[in-house]
T-cell receptor, first 116, second 116 residues
């Protein structure tokens, strides 16, 4: 069964510094996708970045990059040059292509606080 | 602009009431999902639907049912509300993805339900 683990309940970072949010996953399906979402205090879920299991390169989207280590089953989110507006909950999620039947499973989330 | 709309932002109901949470999407997506979000537990999947009148149980279906009579609408029903169902409920929709390419889920704004 697919499973996502986020072991950091909270993280602190100073403005303009980089931060890494950890995510490990477990699946027996060789074809899967990994997602990161941001949830500000207003509550909406904002899609940030996607990595497919067959993608050769790590995904990047502006200040967000995904450190994908397939053998270790980890998909850490790296936020470069943190901004105050990055303070939010961050969720890692996974979808199995062959066996997950369209399900998207989430981790427990990491609360990031960016200080001036 | 893609949109997933949940009928209420805040809801207060009494124990034992039958509660309906409505979700509508305008993107012609086949798949729709209901999650509940609790602190420290992340997003947990209650039910999902991959087509009209089709439904599948998620990880925590007990005490809930769903209805999908039209493609754009997915309803979550609490047959007899209990205080342990006080939570944030999030609806999402997504196209069917049979490959490893990105198929992000789009979320509604959430319904904060309090059962007293």
């Amino acid at each position: 069964a697919q499973k996502i683990t986020q072991t950091q309940p909270g993280m602190f970072v100073q403005e303009k510094e980089a931060v890494t949010l950890d995510c490990t996953y477990d699946t027996s399906d060789p074809s899967y996708g990994l997602f990161w979402y941001k949830q500000p205090s207003s509550g909406e879920m904002i899609f940030l970045i996607y990595q497919g299991s067959y993608d050769q390169q790590n995904a990047t989207e502006g200040r967000y990059s995904l450190n994908f280590q397939k053998a270790r089953k980890s998909a850490n989110l790296v936020i470069s040059a943190s901004q105050l507006g990055d303070s939010a909950m961050y969720f890692c999620a996974m979808r199995e292509i062959n066996t997950g039947f369209q399900k998207l499973v989430f981790g427990t989330g990491t609360r990031l606080l960016v200080s001036p | 602009d893609v949109k997933v709309t949940q009928s209420s932002r805040y809801l207060v109901k009494r124990t034992g009431e039958k509660v309906f949470l409505e979700c509508v999407q305008d993107m012609d997506h086949e798949n729709m999902f209901w999650y509940r979000q609790d602190p420290g537990l992340g997003l947990r999947l209650i039910y999902f639907s991959y087509d009209v009148k089709m439904k599948e149980k998620g990880d925590i279906p007990e005490g809930y049912s769903v209805s999908r009579e039209k493609k754009e609408r997915f309803s979550l029903i609490l047959e007899s509300a209990s205080t342990n169902q006080t939570s944030m409920y999030l609806c999402a929709s997504r196209i069917t993805g049979r490959t490893n390419k990105n198929t992000e889920a789009f979320f509604g704004q959430g319904t904060r339900l309090t059962v007293v």
